[in-house]
Nanobody, 120 residues
Framework: QVQLVESGGGLVQAGGSLRLSCAAS????????MGWYRQAPGKQRELVAV???????SYADSVKGRFTISRDNAKIMVYLQMNSLKPEDTANYYC??????????????WGQGTQVTVSS
């Protein structure tokens, strides 16, 4: 069983910064990608940023230039540095892991979510 635990959410004023962290543990043979998604009330969950096993990154247009995703391969952790936050960034942020387990099958795991609230 693979578990993801997020931390770092909170309340911040517009223009401020937060850093989210996600730690993965369990039976992980290899990682295809790790990413961050978010879901605001009444809206669908959307991709924020993703980083592949090779280190390539991609971002939603709405966060480009403001957010940075990074990984610590040794600790199996992924981070999301969020700068210049806007009220529209308010959402529950979820960590996602795309991986192969020890039996070789491809699997996905989600964290429990961490709330980010940006006040105007």
């Amino acid at each position: 069983q693979v578990q993801l635990v997020e931390s770092g959410g909170g309340l911040v004023q517009a223009g401020g910064s937060l850093r989210l962290s996600c730690a993965a543990s369990g039976s992980i043979l290899s990682i295809n990608s790790m990413g961050w998604y978010r879901q605001a009330p009444g809206k669908q969950r959307e991709l924020v940023a993703v980083i592949t096993g090779g280190g390539s990154t991609s971002y939603a247009d709405s966060v480009k230039g403001r957010f940075t995703i990074s990984r610590d391969n040794a600790k199996i952790m992924v981070y999301l540095q969020m700068n210049s936050l806007k009220p529209e960034d308010t959402a529950n942020y979820y960590c996602n892991l795309d991986f192969r387990g020890r039996l070789g099958s491809r699997s996905y795991s989600w964290g429990q979510g961490t709330q980010v609230t940006v006040s105007s």
